[in-house]
């Protein structure tokens, strides 16, 4: 974009809704910055990549944690559809999806970490 390279996290395509889905991850709680940097992928998309047929496409910023108040008065006056959700991490896989992912041995030994 002018002449500036931007890295989305996540792009995906939503069939069903015919919209990209933009995804950014973030580390630690949400920042009123991060609203300008979606708003500009969202309208970048818009601008250049949407064909006839397709919607809108929309943001989704994924944070440690948020705070409600900074997240309304950030997206307030935003006419984009951008939405902020907070995420949890934890340190096992719960029991029903152990078996269904690879283990960090494998992951390591499949990239060739380990001997």
Same mark, same amino acid.
């Given at each position: 974009?002018? #002449? *500036?390279?931007?890295? +989305?996290?996540?792009? %995906?395509?939503?069939? @069903?809704?015919?919209?990209? =889905?933009?995804?950014? !991850? &973030?580390?630690?709680?949400?920042?009123?910055?991060?609203?300008?940097?979606?708003?500009?992928?969202?309208?970048?998309?818009?601008?250049?990549?949407?064909?006839? #047929? *397709?919607?809108?496409? +929309?943001?989704?910023? %994924?944070?440690?944690? @948020?705070?409600?108040?900074? =997240?309304?008065?950030? !997206? &307030?006056?935003?006419?984009?559809?951008?939405?902020?959700?907070?995420?949890?991490?934890?340190?096992?896989?719960?029991?029903?999806?152990?078996?269904?992912?690879?283990?960090?041995?494998?992951?390591?030994?499949?990239?060739?970490?380990?001997?």
């Amino acid at each position: 974009i002018g #002449g *500036e390279d931007f890295y +989305i996290d996540l792009l %995906l395509y939503h069939r @069903k809704l015919k919209c990209f =889905v933009v995804i950014e !991850l &973030k580390a630690g709680n949400f920042k009123s910055e991060y609203t300008g940097k979606m708003n500009m992928y969202l309208s970048a998309l818009e601008k250049q990549d949407m064909i006839e #047929g *397709e919607n809108l496409p +929309i943001g989704i910023i %994924l944070c440690k944690d @948020k705070n409600r108040l900074i =997240v309304e008065y950030a !997206l &307030k006056d935003v006419n984009k559809p951008i939405g902020v959700a907070s995420y949890i991490t934890k340190e096992d896989l719960p029991e029903d999806l152990k078996g269904l992912l690879p283990t960090l041995e494998e992951i390591e030994r499949e990239m060739n970490l380990l001997d």
